[in-house]
């Protein structure tokens, strides 16, 4: 079975921290995407990799950056967290199919 | 730009029951998939089943099953005899045939099961 997981479950940070946020994968899939869900929006691409180093823009990368040194990790960073940044996070990997991992509840004070 | 389009925010359905949550989307692309995806209160988002729009056979998992209308950009989902863990978030996603490429998710339904 393909395993994703994510960092944390639930994290609480302060406006203006750097925040990681942590997704490995065991299945040595080259692609992984970082989503993030807000009701009613349903879910939007922030960043996706298709190869170790090589990262591409979403739909919202506004605020955020990654990172992938290794191929099995893929990190989202928030350089300076703000409030409208409070959102579930979820990380996916694929070689074909996407496999989702549990989502992180991040909210920002 | 491809679009997906979930227009049910919200389903109920009996226990037992059967029960179809619509999708529509918009391409140009001739070569592409189509998901189901479910998002129980725990929120880990589990695949529930894959269409390869090449296949004109619509794909079956067990009580899961889709009725895939390319010329009309149609993906619906039918759950047959519903159970109380079919409660959950339901999301219809699509992607050209390219392994890196992204999903497009659609907005969601929120299907309740009623015992």
């Known amino acids: 079975d393909v395993k994703v997981t994510q960092s944390s479950r639930y994290l609480v940070k302060r406006t203006g921290e750097k925040v990681f946020l942590e997704c490995v994968q065991d299945?040595?899939?080259?692609?992984m995407f970082w989503y993030r869900q807000d009701p009613g929006l349903g879910l939007r691409l922030i960043y996706f990799?298709?190869?170790?180093?090589?990262?591409e823009k979403g739909d919202i990368p506004e605020g955020y950056s990654v990172s992938r040194e290794k191929k099995e990790r893929f990190s989202l960073i928030l350089e300076s967290a703000s409030t409208n940044q409070t959102s579930m996070y979820l990380c996916?990997?694929?070689?074909?199919?996407?496999?989702f991992g549990p989502g992180t509840r991040l909210t920002v004070l | 730009a491809q679009t997906v389009t979930q227009s049910q925010p919200e389903m109920s359905v009996q226990e037992a029951e059967t029960v179809t949550l619509s999708c529509t989307y918009d391409?140009?692309?001739?070569?592409?998939?189509l998901f189901w995806y479910k998002q129980p209160p725990s929120r880990q988002m589990i695949l529930v089943i894959r269409?390869?729009?090449?296949?004109?056979q619509n794909a079956t998992e067990n009580r899961f099953s889709v009725n895939f209308q390319k010329a009309a950009k149609s993906f619906s989902l039918k759950i047959s005899d519903s159970q109380l863990g079919d409660a959950a978030m339901y999301f219809c996603?699509?992607?050209?045939?390219?392994?890196?490429?992204?999903?497009?998710f659609g907005k969601g339904t929120r299907l309740s099961v009623i015992a």
């Open positions: 996916a990997s694929a070689y074909d199919t996407q496999y």
């Open positions: 299945m040595d899939h080259e692609n």
């Open positions: 990799s298709y190869d170790v180093k090589m990262k």
């Open positions: 391409t140009s692309e001739s070569d592409y998939y």
């Open positions: 269409q390869e729009a090449y296949k004109q």
């Open positions: 996603a699509y992607r050209i045939n390219s392994g890196n490429t992204p999903l497009v």
